[in-house]
């Protein structure tokens, strides 16, 4: 009768089980310790994937849900919603409206349940609930995930300088912080004040527009605008878009009553509905020919 073909793992010499069984708990000894040497660095580098992941994911989120208002950088766009990408925001923001908790705690909250506002208030947009646990769209992980990359603009928001800083100050909320950043719009000089009508390159910018338009690119049915409708061929189509305005009127309404007419494939309520409070009539009518202008000075 032949032996089976493992019969050569038997071991009959006790000396030799235990030596075996020596080295076997030696082995598994230098295997545990070489474990737990290694184990806590693989689970930090794995911890850091994961937060890039989130960061990634709540960059999406981001650019569809909240870039139209907070600008795609998120340095926020003027009397639309303020800056997020802000020193203010990192070191004073807390401070000022008495909050005890955490700056990921404010966020997290702020965006799963909105904010409210006055009637009458500087902001064209007011803060929406975004949570589905308060009839928003988002899940709690889509929160978190956008959460986290808002506070990823920490490291570079720091090292802005008070002039650098793109946080506009709430009206009759002055800030409880010292020096330039303590000063608060009503500070500024009333708008009669001033020498004169500001130029329109300044006013598009002060006012946000170039965070949503691209006076460069046309606007076609295959190049359209992210936000808001690019303006690099307004002139020539200006006075074709509403039937009944020639391109003046047109351009002039949807800076005063923006929500009059929506482009096609745009929302409503994006655009500031106080600019004719914000700026004069000579500034909105010098705003509206340097728009038309196919050769506009920057």
């Not at 089980?17 to 184990?39: D, H, M, P, Q, R």
């Not at 919603?81 to 700056?103: E, M, N, V």
Request: proline fraction near 8%.
């Amino acid at each position: 009768m032949r032996k089976p073909w493992y019969t050569y793992l038997y071991i009959k010499s006790p000396i030799t089980k235990i030596t075996l069984g020596i080295l076997s708990v030696l082995i598994a000894i230098v295997v545990i310790l070489f474990i737990g040497l290694f184990e806590e660095p693989r689970m930090e580098a794995q911890t850091r994937n994961w937060e890039g992941r989130k960061i990634e994911k709540g960059a999406e989120i981001y650019a569809n849900n909240c870039s139209s208002c907070h600008g795609p950088d998120g340095k926020g766009l003027p009397n639309v919603a303020p800056a997020l990408h802000s020193r203010y925001f990192f070191t004073q923001r807390l401070k000022d409206i008495g909050w005890a908790g955490s700056l990921h705690d404010y966020v997290a909250l702020t965006v799963a349940a909105g904010r409210p506002s006055k009637v009458n208030t500087q902001w064209a947009q007011i803060m929406p609930t975004w949570s589905n646990r308060f009839g928003g769209p988002l899940r709690d992980d889509q929160i978190e995930q956008v959460t986290a990359y808002v506070l990823n603009w920490e490291e570079s928001a720091l090292q802005q300088t008070p002039e650098e800083d793109p946080w506009q100050f709430f009206q009759d909320a002055p800030s409880k912080a010292e020096g330039a950043q303590a000063q608060t719009p009503a500070e500024q000089p009333a708008q009669g004040e001033s020498a004169g009508p500001r130029p329109p390159q300044e006013l598009f910018v002060t006012y946000g527009c170039s965070g949503c338009h691209n006076l460069d690119e046309p606007q076609t049915d295959t190049n359209r605008g992210p936000v808001g409708p690019n303006l690099g061929n307004l002139h020539e189509v200006a006075g074709e878009i509403v039937p009944g305005q020639d391109a003046e009127t047109y351009v002039y309404t949807s800076i005063v009553d923006p929500n009059a007419f929506i482009v096609p494939g745009y929302n409503a309520n994006i655009m500031p509905q106080n600019f004719a409070d914000q700026m004069s009539e000579e500034e909105i009518r010098g705003l509206v020919q340097w728009l038309l202008d196919p050769n506009r000075q920057r």
